[in-house]
């Protein structure tokens, strides 16, 4: 993109219509300071005003109601530039109900929220072939700023949107508070986590996988659109269906999100090319194909579209010299989850193979069977080893500091956790041993509980060091199994590794600075209230230097 043109992200073989054009540059300005953040109020510099922007070369169209159902999102933020997001989609769950053409979109960006200082503006195109959806590159932004966005088609006008860039790389910001969460399964609960979530003092929220659910309708406190999802549309519906949420939209609303994926934005407990349900590859490969681009027209990330079911997601972002994110794709490159070991009856669970619980084996230990993939794996390692940030982040999806259920020696754990691949594990966790930062600080979703943790190098020895600290969120909505009480007592008599464990449903907020890191869980009374209370269940501290988690009393 050249220095005085706005568009809206994806260009590829895919897409070859020019998405936006003519935004103009107005000098640098900066917001008022947002509480959020934990930096200090920036410099105001007084902005030069923002031209009008030159139409898209795309023909009106009439609409047949209000395009903006689904919301505004903002993510991948930079220094100077955020990725603005909305999709076109008046009647949301029968495909969008837009007409077959492209359609121009109006944007702007201002650093109040009456649109009075406006400092950016532009036109986007919203493709068809990209089910209307837009991503356009603000860019021109102030470092370490809060703004507000909107955008406009005829008479209709989005909902308002709060967004904010990160501190520059070679700044020295004094703190940062952040949350993260995963697994928001439609049926099984309302989304009171969000609206609460929304409601905090946070520069930007990790979205850890889960986004969707592809399971077809059931009898939960809400109900899917449908049977299991296959197609291409089929993802872009059920997407619709969630993003309705109105606490879900405000919280998209209300800060900029990091996103990554897991399993169920395809189909449960996938790997790679394998299929749960053991489908032909080039029949899964088609629906893989139809779910990357589904989630892609769905989220305000800074990559281009997927042009088929291989897809590259994962980026690095960096807040001044405080703190660094890997963020990862733990889905597309693992190898199958090995079954080559024995299955036990779980107390109170009944059969552990219908759960994917196997003692570990041989296919496990070995670092052939890979997670993250030859080219990612190499990606992070390089990555942390050239990192200067005080504390470095590996957003990611299941369980790293290992699960031992029974106590048993081999372990009995869900194989489809980092235990299920040891040997990669272990291949990692040593190299950022002996070559990576001192504070790493892995962050995880997935298993719809609370967890705090070491990552040693081999879990289940505690003569081995001690890597990261393990902070895995809970659900926003997502059930775990019946019985939550008696696993978590259970696997935390036989898991010295694991500090805390709770089922109950919410997220986390991490807050830093150079010395020392303050964990934070939070918690729903009931899933099933939509206007369920929430309080903080539990405290952790790390050290900077002193890597491990630390229960507060």
């Given at each position: 993109?050249?220095?005085?043109?706005?568009?809206?992200?994806?260009?590829?073989?895919?897409?070859?219509?020019?998405?936006?054009?003519?935004?103009?540059?107005?000098?640098?300005?900066?917001?008022?300071?947002?509480?959020?953040?934990?930096?200090?109020?920036?410099?105001?510099?007084?902005?030069?005003?923002?031209?009008?922007?030159?139409?898209?070369?795309?023909?009106?169209?009439?609409?047949?109601?209000?395009?903006?159902?689904?919301?505004?999102?903002?993510?991948?933020?930079?220094?100077?530039?955020?990725?603005?997001?909305?999709?076109?989609?008046?009647?949301?769950?029968?495909?969008?109900?837009?007409?077959?053409?492209?359609?121009?979109?109006?944007?702007?960006?201002?650093?109040?929220?009456?649109?009075?200082?406006?400092?950016?503006?532009?036109?986007?195109?919203?493709?068809?072939?990209?089910?209307?959806?837009v991503h356009v590159d603000a860019d021109g932004l102030e470092?370490?700023?809060?703004?507000?966005?909107?955008?406009?088609?005829?008479?209709?006008?989005?909902?308002?949107?709060?967004?904010?860039?990160?501190?520059?790389?070679?700044?020295?910001?004094?703190?940062?508070?952040?949350?993260?969460?995963?697994?928001?399964?439609?049926?099984?609960?309302?989304?009171?986590?969000?609206?609460?979530?929304?409601?905090?003092?946070?520069?930007?929220?990790?979205?850890?996988?889960?986004?969707?659910?592809?399971?077809?309708?059931?009898?939960?406190?809400?109900?899917?659109?449908?049977?299991?999802?296959?197609?291409?549309?089929?993802?872009?519906?059920?997407?619709?269906?969630?993003?309705?949420?109105?606490?879900?939209?405000?919280?998209?609303?209300?800060?900029?999100?990091?996103?990554?994926?897991?399993?169920?934005?395809?189909?449960?407990?996938?790997?790679?090319?394998?299929?749960?349900?053991?489908?032909?590859?080039?029949?899964?490969?088609?629906?893989?194909?139809?779910?990357?681009?589904?989630?892609?027209?769905?989220?305000?990330?800074?990559?281009?579209?997927?042009?088929?079911p291989d897809y590259e997601i994962h980026r690095d972002l960096?807040?001044?010299?405080?703190?660094?994110?890997?963020?990862?794709?733990?889905?597309?490159?693992?190898?199958?989850?090995?079954?080559?070991?024995?299955?036990?009856?779980?107390?109170?669970?009944?059969?552990?193979?219908?759960?994917?619980?196997?003692?570990?084996?041989?296919?496990?230990?070995?670092?052939?069977?890979?997670?993250?993939?030859?080219?990612?794996?190499?990606?992070?390692?390089?990555?942390?080893?050239?990192?200067?940030?005080?504390?470095?982040?590996?957003?990611?999806?299941?369980?790293?500091?290992?699960?031992?259920?029974?106590?048993?020696?081999?372990?009995?754990?869900?194989?489809?956790?980092?235990?299920?691949?040891?040997?990669?594990?272990?291949?990692?966790?040593?190299?950022?041993?002996?070559?990576?930062?001192?504070?790493?600080?892995?962050?995880?979703?997935d298993f719809h509980s609370a967890a705090a943790g070491d990552?040693?190098?081999?879990?289940?020895?505690?003569?081995?060091?001690?890597?990261?600290?393990?902070?895995?969120?809970?659900?926003?909505?997502?059930?775990?199994?019946?019985?939550?009480?008696?696993?978590?007592?259970?696997?935390?008599?036989?898991?010295?590794?694991?500090?805390?464990?709770?089922?109950?449903?919410?997220?986390?907020?991490?807050?830093?600075?150079?010395?020392?890191?303050?964990?934070?869980?939070?918690?729903?009374?009931?899933?099933?209230?939509?206007?369920?209370?929430?309080?903080?269940?539990?405290?952790?501290?790390?050290?900077?230097?002193?890597?491990?988690?630390?229960?507060?009393?």
């Open positions: 993109m050249t220095d005085d043109i706005a568009r809206s992200r994806p260009l590829t073989r895919r897409s070859f219509i020019a998405s936006a054009v003519a935004a103009a540059i107005a000098a640098g300005c900066s917001s008022d300071d947002d509480p959020s953040s934990g930096a200090p109020t920036p410099t105001t510099v007084a902005p030069t005003p923002a031209p009008e922007p030159t139409p898209a070369s795309v023909p009106a169209v009439d609409l047949p109601g209000d395009p903006f159902t689904l919301g505004v999102a903002s993510g991948d933020p930079t220094e100077s530039s955020v990725i603005l997001w909305t999709r076109l989609a008046p009647d949301p769950l029968s495909g969008g109900g837009m007409p077959g053409d492209d359609i121009e979109v109006m944007w702007e960006v201002a650093t109040d929220d009456a649109f009075t200082d406006v400092v950016r503006r532009g036109s986007a195109v919203a493709m068809a072939e990209l089910a209307h959806s470092p370490d700023s809060s703004y507000h966005y909107r955008f406009t088609i005829d008479d209709f006008t989005s909902p308002l949107g709060r967004t904010r860039t990160f501190p520059a790389a070679d700044t020295s910001p004094p703190n940062l508070r952040f949350g993260f969460s995963s697994c928001q399964n439609w049926e099984q609960g309302f989304y009171a986590a969000h609206r609460h979530a929304a409601a905090e003092d946070l520069a930007f929220f990790v979205w850890l996988g889960d986004y969707i659910y592809e399971s077809g309708a059931g009898d939960g406190v809400r109900t899917h659109n449908g049977p299991e999802i296959m197609t291409l549309d089929d993802y872009r519906n059920r997407y619709a269906l969630y993003k309705t949420d109105l606490d879900l939209q405000a919280h998209h609303a209300a800060r900029p999100w990091l996103t990554t994926w897991d399993d169920h934005e395809v189909e449960n407990n996938y790997a790679g090319d394998n299929s749960e349900n053991a489908d032909p590859i080039d029949v899964f490969r088609d629906r893989r194909a139809g779910a990357y681009l589904a989630w892609y027209e769905h989220m305000p990330v800074r990559l281009d579209p997927p042009d088929g960096v807040w001044g010299d405080l703190a660094r994110f890997f963020v990862m794709d733990g889905r597309q490159y693992r190898a199958d989850q090995p079954r080559d070991g024995e299955s036990r009856p779980l107390p109170g669970f009944g059969d552990s193979a219908s759960l994917g619980v196997f003692t570990l084996a041989d296919d496990a230990a070995d670092p052939a069977n890979t997670f993250l993939g030859a080219e990612q794996q190499r990606w992070l390692i390089d990555g942390m080893a050239a990192s200067t940030q005080t504390w470095n982040f590996m957003a990611q999806q299941v369980l790293m500091q290992g699960l031992n259920i029974l106590g048993t020696d081999p372990p009995l754990t869900v194989t489809d956790l980092w235990d299920g691949y040891a040997g990669s594990r272990r291949e990692v966790l040593e190299q950022l041993a002996a070559n990576g930062p001192d504070n790493i600080v892995v962050l995880t979703g990552v040693r190098t081999d879990p289940f020895d505690l003569d081995t060091p001690v890597v990261a600290s393990e902070f895995m969120a809970t659900s926003i909505s997502s059930a775990f199994f019946d019985g939550a009480e008696a696993l978590a007592a259970l696997v935390l008599a036989t898991n010295p590794q694991l500090k805390f464990f709770d089922a109950r449903k919410g997220y986390t907020v991490c807050e830093m600075t150079p010395d020392a890191l303050v964990a934070e869980y939070r918690a729903i009374a009931d899933p099933a209230d939509p206007d369920s209370p929430i309080e903080t269940i539990a405290t952790f501290d790390v050290a900077a230097g002193t890597p491990g988690v630390t229960l507060r009393p």
